[in-house]
Nanobody, 114 residues
Framework: QVQLVESGGGLVQPGGSLRLSCAASRSIYAMGWYRQAPGKQRELVATTTDAGRVNYGNSVKGRFTISRDNAKNTVYLQMNSLKPEDTAVYYC???????????WGQGTQVTVSS
């Protein structure tokens, strides 16, 4: 069992930045972020393994950066050049590899608006 606690969401203006964090209750192979806007399906934002391999969704590539502090069991998402279409609930995800159970955080709201 893994508990995930997210923080860092909020309201920002277009072009602004936010930094999300997700702390896991123990070490785990992969951690990352997904997001879901109202009326839309949940989509990949970014993931990373404990060895540092990363994967980004096409919509955020070049603007968002995922990083991980294994000593703290924490993953971060630095979001720059935010756009209104980035508005969504962002969910932290963790798993032990392909085919393993997925753990999810409670979600943190990110709103990009003037």
């Amino acid at each position: 069992q893994v508990q995930l606690v997210e923080s860092g969401g909020g309201l920002v203006q277009p072009g602004g930045s936010l930094r999300l964090s997700c702390a896991a209750s123990r070490s785990i192979y992969a951690m990352g972020w997904y997001r879901q806007a109202p009326g839309k399906q949940r989509e990949l934002v970014a993931t990373t393994t404990d060895a540092g391999r990363v994967n980004y969704g096409n919509s955020v590539k070049g603007r968002f950066t995922i990083s991980r502090d294994n000593a703290k069991n924490t993953v971060y998402l630095q979001m720059n050049s935010l756009k209104p279409e980035d508005t969504a609930v962002y969910y932290c995800n963790a798993n032990s590899g392909w085919g393993s159970v997925d753990y999810w955080g409670q979600g943190t709201q990110v709103t990009v608006s003037s």
